[in-house]
């Protein structure tokens, strides 16, 4: 997820993208860059954060009214100079700025470099500059539309030429692009606040668009060239509010942003027969085969996606499969060892207690493997393998869009262990991948119909203590639900496995006490049921969360959350949004800090 900018008109470009740029960062921050037109087009570009780029602009500054930026939130490539974009053609005089990740970038820049290309990064970006000064005939426009006839994925694309020097041409496919109409200016920006400030009318560009804009204003062509007629949008948010997207707080604009976190994670790794391309994880189909045992490390959050992970890598692998929080597993004298793989599971990959661990286990002999959300994190650089999960900046203290992602990263990698094992046979990988590719739309559904979950945070908003029940898969979500609920919320909240409840816990349960049943697996539903019953016979108010096909849970629950029905194995993935919802909801009655709540750190260096 990374910030564009662009700028037409008649002010000096450079200051006004640097500073749109600045308003970006949030959206990724390893490296950023900027280029100008103005007869010739110079680029400048820096590692690390803008301010880097500001120093470098002070020592060589930019001259020219017409310009595009980029701050980055790297995918493919390490955070580097020569990394960072803008990128350019070889000639130099067409030069891009890119959001997104194009998924046969391998094929395209084979089949470029067959043709003599020769490239300076490691981008999947810096094809797109090459397929547009190859396709170029007189018109950018016509030119970006050819080449990204040839890009699969996602994008949005800037493109800008000294031979047509006073336009920009753009083009979105799920990555967002917004365009800004100034009195004789004209702006592009990935997200309104980048721009709120010079102008309030804004057009949305959708995906399958392009759009030129120049200083008299913007032109919308459909991609096959039909003219858009797209209505003027009127922002009347403050810039706080802008910021987060016109969400109340990070956690929620974060929250809606997962099933494009889900697209993207999958994006170019899985064939529909469940084939998975996993472009950092090197280990050969040799290794997967004579792999003895599944190692799972981590804190938090990112561990209680290991819980989900230990049930996937079970079911799919039928392998054992051992979970550890990090700051066990370094002390315990762990029997990890050569031959197994060690999964260690950040989203911030600099967590200490997580990286020792990690450090440990590969000090053992195990392949070492890092699902991690930033690219060059410290995780990263000493994992033999890396998963990157494509959450972008998570912002929000409470993790949510990077649990989802640390999810489907664990499917990628069960369905490219497992298939090459021949632990599942092509029919399963094939119904995997089917269910995989239907969840952006089914968490979508889930968002769009929360009046339930705003009934039940009204329901346990007062209460002194809250209960998650669920059975294996549905306990590892009921463990991530429950952490939810008390970080924000600060309510004491507790998870256990439904067939545990009976050995203790019960006791707690009297009149009124709320107790939360996640209960999608078929297999278990039976006995997670029997669970309810005997919290319901002690005056327990049960809040379910279940598919919107499960017809016998409304005997059971007083409020009953519907999640769209999935493949068993998946349904982690839409059962975790209302629970996120939830814990949302109550912290927001509760008036609490929801994005920076008390005690804690996005990030927990320390030991
Ligand atoms: O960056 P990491 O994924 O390693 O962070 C691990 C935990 O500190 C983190 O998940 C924490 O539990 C979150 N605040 C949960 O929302």
């Known amino acids: 997820m990374c910030g564009i900018m662009g700028y037409v008109g008649p002010q000096e470009a450079a200051p006004i993208i640097m500073d749109g740029l600045k308003r970006l960062e949030y959206r990724g921050y390893d490296s950023a860059g900027v280029a100008v037109s103005n007869g010739t087009i110079d680029v400048r570009k820096a590692e690390g954060k803008i301010a880097g780029l500001v120093a470098l602009l002070d020592e060589k500054p930019l001259e020219g009214t017409v310009g595009i930026g980029h701050t980055r939130w790297a995918t493919h490539g390490v955070p580097s100079d020569l990394n960072a974009h803008p990128h350019t053609d070889p000639t130099g005089d067409f ?85 800004g109409l100034g009195d ?38 459909t991609i096959t060239g039909d003219p858009v007629d797209r209505d003027v949008l009127h922002v009347d948010w403050d810039p706080g509010q802008a910021e987060k997207g016109g969400f109340e707080h990070f956690m929620l604009k974060e929250i809606h942003e997962q099933p494009t976190v889900i697209t993207e994670t ?42 989900v992970g230990r049930e996937i890598f079970q079911r799919v692998l039928r392998l054992p499969t051992i979970v550890e929080y990090a700051h066990e597993m370094r002390y315990s004298d762990p029997m990890v060892k050569e031959g197994d793989l060690t999964i260690a599971i950040s989203q911030s990959g600099e967590t200490a207690d997580t990286l020792a ?42 993790s949510t869009k990077a649990y989802i992602a ?74 991530e639900g429950s952490l939810k609920l008390k970080e924000i919320s600060y309510l004491h909240s507790e998870a256990m496995p439904a067939g545990e409840l009976k050995h203790g816990t019960l006791a707690l349960i009297t009149e009124g006490v709320p107790v939360i049943v996640v209960v999608t697996q078929r297999a278990t539903y039976d006995k997670t049921i029997s669970a309810v019953q005997e919290v319901k016979a002690r005056g327990g108010k049960v809040v379910a969360v279940a598919y919107d096909t499960d017809t016998e849970i409304e005997k059971f629950a007083e409020i009953v959350l519907r999640i769209p029905e999935t493949d068993d194995l998946l349904a982690p993935v839409n059962a975790v949004v209302p629970l996120q919802l939830l814990a949302y909801h109550v912290a927001r009655l509760r008036g609490h800090d929801i994005d920076q709540p008390r005690n804690l750190a996005k990030s927990v260096t320390v030991e």
């Open 406 to 479: 640390m999810l489907i990263g664990q499917y990628l990698l069960a369905l490219r262990l497992g298939v090459a094992r021949g632990s599942i046979d092509r029919d399963r990988a094939t119904e995997i991948s089917h269910g995989l590719n239907h969840l952006p739309a089914q968490v979508e559904e889930i968002l769009e119909n929360d009046e339930a979950i705003v009934e039940a945070a009204q329901a346990i908003v007062d209460a002194d203590d809250i209960y998650f029940l669920g059975r294996g898969l549905d306990y590892a979500v009921a463990m």
């Open 184 to 221: 004789g200016e004209t702006f592009l920006a990935s997200d309104i606040p980048a721009v709120l400030h010079h102008t309030r009318d804004f057009l949305i560009i959708e995906d399958d668009e392009l759009v030129t804009i120049t200083e008299e204003g913007a032109t919308v062509e």
């Open 95 to 179: 030069v891009v700025v890119h959001n997104g990740i194009i998924e046969n970038f391998q094929t395209l820049r084979e089949e470029l470099e067959a043709g003599g290309s020769v490239f300076t990064s490691q981008t999947d970006t810096e094809i797109l500059a090459h397929l547009v000064a190859q396709e170029y005939d007189g018109d950018l426009a016509a030119a970006v539309r050819k080449a990204v006839e040839r890009a699969e994925g996602a994008y949005a694309l800037v493109v800008m030429t000294k031979r047509e020097p006073r336009k920009i041409v753009a083009v979105r496919k799920i990555s967002p692009l917004v365009v």
């Open 357 to 398: 661990a990690a450090r440990l286990a590969a000090e053992r002999g195990t392949r070492m493997l890092a699902l991690t959300n930033v690219v060059g994190s410290t995780l990263s650089r000493y994992a033999d393998d890396v998963l990157y999960t494509r959450a972008g900046p998570e912002i929000s203290v409470a």
């Open 266 to 307: 999958l994006g170019g790794r899985l064939d529909e027969d469940g084939t998975a391309w996993l472009e950092d994880v090197e280990f050969d189909d040799d290794f997967a085969r004579g792999l003895d045992t599944v190692w799972i490390t981590a804190c938090g959050t990112a561990y209680h996606a290991g819980l």
